[in-house]
């Protein structure tokens, strides 16, 4: 088979050439970094992980009528999206404190915020993607006026949609990173849910016990990633209720590519 001509290689995911004009094929990676790459490890399975939350995801906020790039999922580590002219910003929405707002403000994580906060990142590696505000956005032409307040929008129906999703399974979700991108069809422009949404890029707390189910686990050295990563997958019901023990059981490197009849709703589809 041709080797497919790849578009795009960032820190968890690929983008490759569609098989359509305007669509990628986005790969999940098992890489997992921290501290702007300071920290670098593989994560047997997380790609998969990701790959199946963040389809359940996607394909709920289209429910909802939030417009996406995602098309299909494809097999177990590609989804098919649509193209877009990614916006170089990094959305984060917060529903409690915690991370760089904690440390920013110097206040105890954990503590619940009177009302959701937006905040914007510049995505720059370099500059270590430094949080800028709306006049800063307009002032470089990152985005205007009219499109902050579309994301912004987007992004607090994302958010009610999500912290509903999240605890009807019993978690908590402290914050969020989006990433949006432009659609041109025809002279029409819009704004798209792009990337991904998947404990990657949410905090996501065990609603009882405030056990982390998320990529703190990584950045924070407490071990069991993997696991937390297939205990939100399994509330989410994409894995199946026997699996979590299954998967891996001696906790081994072995990737989840070999254990994919765990998932539910295992629709066949090559890897
Ligand atoms: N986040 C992300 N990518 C980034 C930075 C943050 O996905 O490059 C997510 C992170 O997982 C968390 C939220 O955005 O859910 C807020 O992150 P924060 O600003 O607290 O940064 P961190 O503590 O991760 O440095």
Not at 135 to 153: K, R, T
Not at 179 to 186: A, H, I, L, M, S
Not at 199 to 214: A, G, I, V, Y
Request: aromatic letters at 8%; proline letters at 4%.
């Amino acid at each position: 088979m041709a080797r497919r001509r790849q578009i795009y290689e960032g820190k968890a995911k690929i983008l490759f050439e569609g098989p359509e004009p305007g669509t990628l094929v986005q790969y999940f990676k098992d890489d997992a970094t921290a501290g702007n790459g300071a920290k670098s490890d593989v994560i047997a399975g997380k790609g998969i992980l990701n790959n199946r939350i963040s389809e359940h995801i996607m394909l709920c906020l289209q429910e909802i009528g939030i417009p996406t790039h995602f098309i299909r999922r494809l097999n177990m580590r590609e989804q098919l999206v649509k193209v877009v002219e990614i916006i170089p910003l990094e959305v984060v929405v917060r529903n409690r404190v915690a991370g760089s707002m904690a440390k920013r403000f110097d206040l105890p994580e954990g503590q619940r915020l009177p009302r959701p906060i937006v905040e914007f990142y510049y995505k720059n590696d370099p500059l270590g993607d430094p949080l800028v505000s709306e006049d800063h956005i307009v002032a470089f032409g990152w985005a205007c006026p009219q499109d902050i307040e579309d994301m912004v929008g987007m992004a607090m129906r994302i958010n009610d949609c999500l912290c509903g999703l999240f605890m009807g399974i019993g978690i908590q979700l402290v914050d969020f990173k989006l990433e949006f991108g432009r659609r041109w069809e025809g002279e029409d422009m819009r704004i798209i849910l792009a990337d991904e949404i998947s404990p990657d890029n949410c905090r996501l707390w065990d609603r009882h016990t405030q056990e982390k189910l998320d990529k703190d686990r990584f950045r924070r050295d407490m071990g069991h990633v993997k696991e937390a990563y297939q205990e939100v997958a399994r509330r989410m019901g994409i894995l199946s209720e026997n699996s979590a023990n299954a998967v891996n059981p001696a906790g081994d490197n072995e990737s989840l590519d070999t254990v994919q009849h765990l998932f539910v709703h295992n629709d066949g589809v090559s890897k």
